[in-house]
């Protein structure tokens, strides 16, 4: 069925390392977001990728979209305590239902 | 946001009742969506809406139903509630499906 799998489930990093979270689909995908959910809050959207390899970077963080639109990475360069959350992929098969990766939690430690 | 509110925040309630849980939106969005959020699983879809005479059935409808009152207002019921549907539900807006999806701030339900 359509699912979308994401890995690590938890990451634990010193302030300063880098950081990447993956998804992957047995399908292609039509797009794909990401979503950042702070302890106790909500999530909140961060990037949407469409195009085929493509690659989009937010300061710190860069989003890659794979060549066959099966697989998307977050990457956070030099992680700070503000970056603690949990990092979600959503992909859709046509645009309009949206399967949510299971998720990986960030711990930061000072 | 504050655009997408959610009633209640905090429920709790015994299996076998029934319960609303209420969506409203100022965003002027057509598209709503109602998922749940478990440890460990992420976020499921559980119905969605593309606009008033138009609701669809997501990954985990059964046991749910779902109104939409008007553009603004999507409900989310549980006709008897179990204890396996204890969760924290989150209901979501969007223009489009291309579009960013915006969520409540959630509900947090516990079935005992």
């Known amino acids: 069925g359509q699912q979308v799998m994401q890995i690590p489930q938890y990451q634990h990093v010193q302030e300063g390392e880098d950081f990447t979270t993956y998804c992957n689909s047995s399908?292609?995908?039509?797009?794909i977001q990401w979503y950042k959910q702070r302890p106790g809050g909500h999530p909140v959207f961060l990037i949407q990728l469409v195009k085929s390899g493509e690659v989009k970077k937010q300061k710190r963080l860069t989003f890659q979209f794979g060549e066959a639109k099966k697989n998307s990475s977050l990457h956070i360069t030099a992680t700070q305590t503000t970056d603690v959350g949990t990092y979600f992929c959503?992909?859709?098969?046509?645009?309009?239902?949206?399967?949510f990766g299971s998720g990986t939690k960030l711990n930061v430690k000072p | 946001d504050a655009d997408v509110t959610q009633t209640p925040r905090n429920r709790i309630t015994k299996t076998g009742k029934r319960i609303m849980l209420e969506c409203s939106q100022t965003?002027?969005?057509?598209?709503m969506y109602w998922y749940r959020q478990d440890p460990g699983l992420g976020l499921r879809l559980i119905y969605y809406?593309?606009?008033?005479?138009?609701?669809n059935k997501g990954e985990i409808s059964d046991g749910y139903s779902v109104s939409r009152q008007a553009q603004a207002k999507f409900s989310l019921s549980l006709e008897s509630a179990i204890p396996n549907q204890t969760a924290l539900y989150f209901c979501a807006t969007s223009i489009g499906g291309n579009q960013p999806q915006h969520f409540g701030d959630g509900t947090r339900l516990s079935i005992l």
């Open positions: 809406s593309f606009d008033v005479k138009d609701i």
């Open positions: 965003k002027g969005h057509d598209r």
């Open positions: 959503a992909g859709a098969y046509n645009f309009n239902k949206f399967y």
């Open positions: 399908t292609t995908l039509s797009n």
